[in-house]
């Protein structure tokens, strides 16, 4: 079966500048996730989809971050205006929601560098 | 902030060798998951331990879950130059039907030297 798909894989960008990075979950997978990864450090989830709909943004920065799933299946994470500290790659990740604890199929990441 | 917290940062060992990292959580968890990162597959599943499991094995990896110390450890047996990765241990996962992302600590850093 067809993987997490991500694009971008690389985006560069100066400070202040907006960018959006794209997720395509593996089919029938109803819950997706954008992860924020930080050069040495483990993924930090920003936000859960659970179809169309925002199940948990706790740790997204509402101020600059925003994501949107229409339709239950694509997804679109955008940054603006973009920080230095942005810096990181960027993760989708999508489960299918068997009622018992799973695992996350995860993207190939897209690695953005805010200069 | 970060739930789990890999132990050691990193790892360098002979193939054939055996592996252990350990992972500390600090809150009550559901099941713990450890993930492989590396350059060419990117972040990929091991193996997921439910709450009320205390060892699981899949092919050459064993990993132990012990509740009360809130730790677990991941063995890798008989090494490969394939198995040089980052390895995370994520908790969450479950909540019975809501959020369920995952909290993954620093990773663990293994090298395998041919």
């Known amino acids: 079966e067809a993987g997490v798909a991500q694009s971008p894989r690389y985006k560069i960008i100066e400070k202040r500048q907006s960018v959006a990075f794209w997720c395509n979950p593996i089919?029938?997978?109803?819950?997706l996730y954008w992860y924020q990864q930080i050069l040495g450090q483990g993924p930090k989830l920003l936000i859960q989809?659970?179809?169309?709909?925002?199940?948990?943004d706790s740790q997204l920065p509402k101020d600059r971050f925003s994501a949107e799933r229409l339709k239950g299946v694509d997804s679109t994470l955008k940054i603006q205006p973009a920080k230095l500290e942005d810096s990181a790659v960027y993760l989708c990740?999508?489960?299918?929601?068997?009622?018992?604890?799973?695992?996350?199929?995860f993207g190939p990441g897209t690695r953005l560098t805010v200069t | 902030s970060q739930q789990g917290e890999e132990d050691p940062q990193a790892l360098s060992i002979q193939e054939g060798e055996n592996a252990t990292m350990n992972c500390s959580y600090k809150?009550?968890?559901?099941?713990l998951q450890w993930y492989r990162q590396n350059s060419g597959r990117g972040l990929v599943h091991l193996i997921l331990?439910?709450?009320?499991?205390r060892e699981k094995h899949s092919g050459r990896l064993r990993v132990t879950l012990d509740t009360s110390k809130k730790s677990s450890s991941l063995l890798i047996t008989a090494s490969r130059a394939a198995d040089t990765a980052s390895y995370f241990c994520?908790?969450?996962?479950?909540?019975?039907?809501?959020?369920?992302?995952?909290?993954f600590g620093k990773g663990t850093h293994l090298i395998i030297q041919p």
């Open positions: 990740a999508s489960s299918f929601d068997s009622g018992t604890p799973h695992e996350q199929y």
């Open positions: 089919s029938g997978h109803a819950t």
């Open positions: 989809f659970q179809n169309n709909g925002v199940v948990d």
């Open positions: 809150t009550s968890i559901n099941n």
């Open positions: 331990i439910r709450s009320n499991e």
């Open positions: 994520a908790t969450g996962g479950y909540s019975g039907g809501g959020a369920d992302g995952l909290t």
